[in-house]
């Protein structure tokens, strides 16, 4: 995703989530659990548009909180279909509330999502998105890849020469912590 660091600078909307969040690791439960929905909502459409109605799908989702998403019903899904301000896309919006619903499984197993991404890191693109699919639903290869690229599990969100880069580099994303290892046993 280089061309993100080309195209970002100045932009209103894309700067702000390319210099700040876009490769930072996260292990916070909420923000994973936002992030891993945002990247469902963009499904087939740009993320500008996801960026545009990011502070309304973070209202209508009471802040992506796992267990409050998790216990929507059907009166929530009929309110999440009436609100204009977000992606109203059925599909996204049940994925979103099971997804909140696996939730529990793995903090039970791992003690949290951060620490399932973590219990199975390294893997492939292709290994992540097995196991996304096996554990989540409305899990496709670029769901996937660009949710572990934005948390700092799989490279290539910035450049090397790109500022983002540089300020990301001490965090030590994940990713990168594996290619210093292969470095060091090579």
Not at 20 to 31: F, I, M, Q, R, S
Not at 74 to 100: H, Q, S, Y
Not at 132 to 141: A, D, L, P, S, Y
Request: hydrophobic fraction near 45%; charge should be neutral; include cysteine.
């Amino acid at each position: 995703m280089n061309w993100y660091c080309d195209v970002a600078p100045g932009h209103p909307y894309h700067q702000p989530y390319h210099d700040l969040e876009y490769g930072v690791p996260l292990e916070d439960e909420a923000a994973l659990f936002e992030r891993l929905s945002l990247e469902i909502f963009q499904a087939g459409l740009s993320w500008l548009i996801v960026l545009k109605k990011r502070p309304a799908l973070v209202a209508a989702f009471d802040g992506f909180d796992p267990d409050r998403v998790a216990a929507y019903g059907e009166a929530d899904i009929a309110r999440l279909m009436a609100d204009a301000g977000i992606i109203r896309n059925r599909r996204k919006i049940l994925a979103v509330i099971e997804n909140a619903r696996r939730l529990p499984a793995l903090r039970a197993s791992h003690g949290s999502l951060a620490g399932w991404i973590k219990a199975n890191h390294p893997l492939s693109k292709d290994e992540w998105v097995k196991l996304f699919r096996k554990t989540f639903v409305f899990m496709g290869g670029e769901v996937v890849n660009e949710f572990l690229m934005s948390i700092g599990y799989l490279p290539g969100a910035h450049r090397e020469d790109c500022p983002a880069f540089a300020r990301i580099a001490p965090l030590r994303p994940a990713w990168m912590e594996e290619m210093r290892a292969l470095r060091r046993n090579s």
